[in-house]
């Protein structure tokens, strides 16, 4: 079966930087889009960057834009999220999603097939 595994999450200081990686184990990254999503304790799982399928587009959450930036490594099966300038506020668990190539909406939790146990990332003041 497909599985997604997170990892670089951890307690950084307000300012810093984490890069957050997803390895895709059972088939291939090409071919699906994938997306980071977070959630905060008490919060739904809101979206934060989305890249497609070839890498062409990509798209960001207004509150991450600047800051974040979603990368993909086909020929590894991964896909990374560069943090930077980190703030308190981005304290949650992250989630690595795939979505297979459909019209359904990049930004929406709806249109992702499968999800990754997710990553608690910290980030003190």
């Known amino acids: 079966q497909v599985q997604l595994v997170e990892s670089g999450g951890g307690l950084v200081q307000a300012g810093g930087s984490l890069r957050l990686s997803c390895a895709v184990h059972?088939?291939?990254?090409?071919?699906?889009?994938m997306g980071w999503f977070r959630q905060a304790p008490g919060k739904e799982r809101e979206f934060v960057a989305a890249i497609s399928w070839n890498g062409g587009s990509t798209y960001y959450a207004d509150s991450v834009k600047g800051r974040f930036t979603i990368s993909r490594d086909n020929a590894n099966n991964m896909v990374h999220l560069q943090m930077n300038s980190l703030k308190p506020e981005d304290t949650a668990v992250y989630y690595c999603a795939a979505k297979p190539q459909s019209r359904l909406d990049m930004t929406a939790r709806y249109a992702y097939n499968y999800w990754g146990q997710g990553t608690q990332v910290t980030v003190s003041s």
């Open positions: 059972g088939r291939t990254v090409s071919g699906y889009d």
